[in-house]
């Protein structure tokens, strides 16, 4: 949280931003190359780094995060660790074991689906290499970024059941899709939670998903949602669980976004 007193002057924060440009293993969204501004401020380095297509209204909350994680003071930590999850990009099915020898002892996976151009087999391959390489214990959850309609969802976590899918994260763009879509895979007997993360981080009204009841779960992340302050309000409101999920940050913007993952009273397992 950082109150009014506290803000810094334009001339304040931009003395303390560099830019910096860093290579991604694996293209992304369509960016190869994630841009961030650090800012080297008093409470420790900060970031600024919303996507290239994001106009001044979209981009104004993740200057309110880098402003808080710079100038304000974060929530103490409820927990001394946390556990993360390894992603697999939406890559050929014989990479995957390869991008998981990146993320030793990650015992959860995050697998990119219905990427364009890409078909539901090469979902399947993917998700299929992914399991294999993790085990049976695993948890191997699904993220489309909204990338199907509500038909188009429930065949494809249909032919993805078997796998032992933990949830589907954002698989249509909408909050009448995401009820639409756990109520027909609840019909069905498919049981696949329901996990929002655009639905809340782009929305006017984060909680509009949860009043719904059109997801089992939350995705909150600092950055998009305005800083951590903000992301607690929205958690403690909505009443769902939650998976405290990052925004392509940097190492810098990583280390500050921890203590959000920390911070929450209650997470997915």
């Not at 900060?46 to 297509?53: A, K, L, T, Y």
């Not at 015992?107 to 085990?135: N, Y």
């Not at 695993?138 to 065949?155: P, Q, S």
């Not at 949602?225 to 405290?244: H, Q, S, T």
Request: aromatic residues 4%; neutral net charge.
């Amino acid at each position: 949280m950082i109150s009014p007193r506290a803000l810094p002057s334009i001339a304040e924060v931009l003395a303390a931003t560099r830019v910096v440009a860093i290579p991604t293993r694996t293209r992304f969204r369509g960016i190869s190359v994630r841009e961030a501004a650090i800012l080297d401020a008093p409470s420790g380095a900060s970031e600024f780094s919303p996507f290239p297509e994001y106009g001044d209204v979209e981009a104004a909350p993740w200057l309110a995060a880098a402003l808080e994680f710079g100038w304000g003071v974060t929530p103490a930590p409820r927990r001394a660790a946390i556990d993360v999850n390894a992603t697999v990009p939406a890559v050929a099915a014989d990479r995957v074991p390869a991008i998981l020898a990146g993320f030793p002892g990650c015992r959860t996976a995050k697998v990119k689906v219905a990427e364009p151009g890409q078909s539901l087999a090469d979902d399947v391959a993917r998700v299929r290499a992914t399991r294999e390489a993790l085990g049976a214990d695993a948890l191997v959850r699904v993220d489309a970024n909204g990338g199907w309609t509500v038909d188009e969802a429930v065949a494809a976590l249909a032919a993805l059941e078997e796998f032992g899918i933990d949830y589907a994260e954002q698989p249509v763009p909408d909050v009448p899709g995401l009820a639409a879509v756990r109520e027909r895979l609840d019909a069905r007997g498919i049981r696949i939670r329901i996990a929002a993360d655009e639905s809340v981080r782009k929305a006017e009204d984060p909680l509009a998903v949860a009043r719904a009841g059109a997801a089992d779960l939350l995705i909150v992340k600092a950055q998009p949602l305005g800083g951590i302050a903000r992301a607690l309000e929205i958690v403690a409101e909505a009443g769902l669980p939650v998976v405290v999920g990052g925004a392509r940050d940097t190492t810098g913007g990583g280390s500050r976004g921890r203590p959000h993952a920390a911070a929450p009273p209650h997470r997915a397992r």
